[in-house]
Structures are given as C-alpha cells and as structure tokens.
C-alpha cells in the first residue's frame, strides 16, 4: 500500500485491472477504537494495533494471493474523515514497517546460512588437504581432527540456516507483503 492508494476516497480505478486479483477482506466496527489495542490510548498514528485485528486479518488472507481489499463499515454517524485518513496512515506505516523488517531478518538469516556453508567448505577443503597432503605429524592430524567436524557443522548449520529458518519467517513475510501491496476503504453502513 503506497501512502498515495487507498485512502478514503481512492478512486477504484486504481485497484488491479483483474477481479481475480482483489480479495475483498471486510471488518465492521462499531468505532475506530476496534482497529487498536484497548490499552493503548495515544493518538491514532500512533496507537498499537490490535492483536485481534492482527489475526483476523491473517485467517482471513491466508489463501489470498495478493490484492487485498481491506474494507473497513462503520455507521454513518461514527465517521470521521479526517480520523480515516490517519488510521489509514497508521496501517500502511506498520504494514510496510513489519514487511521491511521481516524481508531483512529473512536476507539476514540466508546470508548467515550461506556464510556457514562457505566457512564449513573451506574447513573441509583444509581437512582434506591436511589428509592428503603431509600429515605425518602430530600437529597435522590434530587440525584434521579439529577442521573436519568443524566444517560438517557449519555445513549443515548454515544448510538449517537457508532451508528451515528462513522457511519460518515466509508466513509472516507473506502476509505482511499482501497487505503491504493491498488497499484499505472505509464505508458507511446503516444500522437496522
């Protein structure tokens, strides 16, 4: 969600061209107050989100693609536009915040993984050539004993690194991307 799209007001023209690429998730909220924490009282940009909305929001993009459509209905009476625009303010700060944060940890904990695998490469490249080389002494064979394992553990720790921990950031990083990219409404609905 760039700061521009999405506001009250927002045009729909500028959702994506395909209906298959906007997923409709809808809130209704009795006040603005249901979007944060209930112990957080500062001013809405600057308030936590609720942990409630969070997961919510979550179940309800897990097979969302991208695109999201986050539609907002309070009743008519309730509406504030100006409160609008800085709710809408604070989700597209803390969606593209947490996405950029998650995306560096994720490059992060790769980098490290491949670090670990190119030390435990060399260390096994060490430990062959002291084997083959000339390993006649006792000094020699103890930097065998020493590289070798040292090389499988940073081998297969930087493997774990790139393929497992990685792979748990994914979840997060994918949501906050769809919504990062999405757009948020605010709709009026009359109470019967």
């Known amino acids: ?74 009743h008519h009476k309730k509406r504030n536009k100006s409160n609008e625009k800085l ?5 597209v700060d803390h969606f593209s915040k ?9 490059n992060k904990v ?10 435990g490469v060399i260390l096994m490249f060490g430990a062959a050539y002291l084997l083959h080389g000339d ?9 065998i004993i020493l590289l070798e394992p040292g090389g499988w553990f940073l081998f297969w720790e930087g493997l774990d690194l790139v393929v497992f921990d990685a792979d748990n950031l994914k979840p997060d990083l994918k949501f906050y991307k769809k919504m990062n990219d999405g757009f948020i409404f605010f709709h009026s609905y009359d109470k019967q």
């Open 135 to 143: 390993a006649s002494t006792l000094f020699l064979a103890f930097l």
């Open 98 to 106: 947490h996405y950029h944060i998650l995306r560096y940890e994720r």
């Open 87 to 91: 709710i809408e303010e604070r989700l």
């Open 1 to 74: 969600m760039s700061k521009k799209e999405g506001f009250p007001g927002t045009d729909f023209k500028e959702l994506p061209k395909s209906h298959d690429q906007v997923n409709n998730v809808n809130f209704w909220l009795e006040d603005y107050s249901d979007i944060f924490s209930d112990f957080d009282h500062r001013s809405y940009l600057q308030r936590a989100l609720s942990f409630d909305l969070l997961c919510e929001l979550k179940r309800a993009t897990r097979e969302v693609k991208d695109g999201v459509k986050l539609n907002f209905y309070l």
């Open 110 to 119: 790769i980098y490290t993984g491949l670090a670990f695998i190119l030390f």
